[in-house]
């Protein structure tokens, strides 16, 4: 590396087909050993949906890896409480679009009551700083593979729960885990600011 980005002193193997080496005092774990629970998903039933009521969000509703409620599906507060039973995704949660539009990834960074269906699964992991570090690592060309290798397709393509729950992450410790996820924060909140500049500037133009 060049710059400010410096490489690591050492290196071992990852021992993962797809995963280059990583730093020797990383490790190499799966999805199931750092969440609070196994990986759940919405209703495979259709509800009726209202004007108004309890935000309904299915895989579009993730848009640029971030949850977009902005014209989304609403459904009754009952309906939200039955589906609640099953899954309620909570603050620091991570959707991982599991069917159709499958590796596409976001984080429940709002405190907001919703819900979500059947092509998004909702990862709740085992504490907030870990769940950044998690939210970033799905976004890298290593598990948007095991995606696109371990989904089915029949009509679409599908990424089963328990495939989900043993996709394999090389993972920092702790500190340097948080570390990393706050820098990715900060980068990613420049490039949002420099995009919103352009597109004022787009439509300045126009």
């Known amino acids: 590396m060049t710059g400010k980005y410096r490489a690591y002193p050492e290196y071992k193997p990852s021992e993962v087909e797809w995963l280059d080496a990583i730093p020797i005092h990383w490790q190499i774990q799966p999805l199931k050993l750092m969440t609070s629970s196994k990986v759940k998903d919405g209703p495979h039933e259709t509800p009726k949906f209202i004007d108004e009521g309890i935000p309904f969000l299915s895989v579009d509703g993730i848009q640029n890896n971030k949850l977009v409620f902005e014209g989304c599906r609403y459904i009754s507060t009952e ?5 609640s039973l099953k899954c309620l995704p909570c603050k620091g949660d991570i959707l991982l679009g599991k ?6 990834v976001a984080y429940a960074d709002e405190d907001i009551e919703f819900n979500v269906w059947s092509p998004l699964a909702v990862i709740s992991p085992k504490s907030f700083s870990l769940g950044k570090y998690l939210y970033y690592s799905f976004q ?8 696109e290798i371990y989904s089915n397709s029949n009509t679409q393509k599908n990424l089963g729960m328990g ?3 043993n996709l394999v992450f090389s993972v920092a410790p702790n500190e340097e885990a948080i570390n990393i996820a706050n820098f990715l924060d900060h980068e990613t ?15 300045l133009l126009k």
């Open 79 to 83: 309906d939200h409480k039955r589906f």
């Open 99 to 104: 069917a159709a539009s499958v590796g596409k």
């Open 140 to 147: 890298s060309a290593s598990l948007q593979t095991q995606c």
């Open 163 to 165: 495939v989900i729950d």
């Open 189 to 203: 909140a420049k490039i949002d600011i420099l995009i919103e500049k352009q597109q004022q500037l787009i439509q």
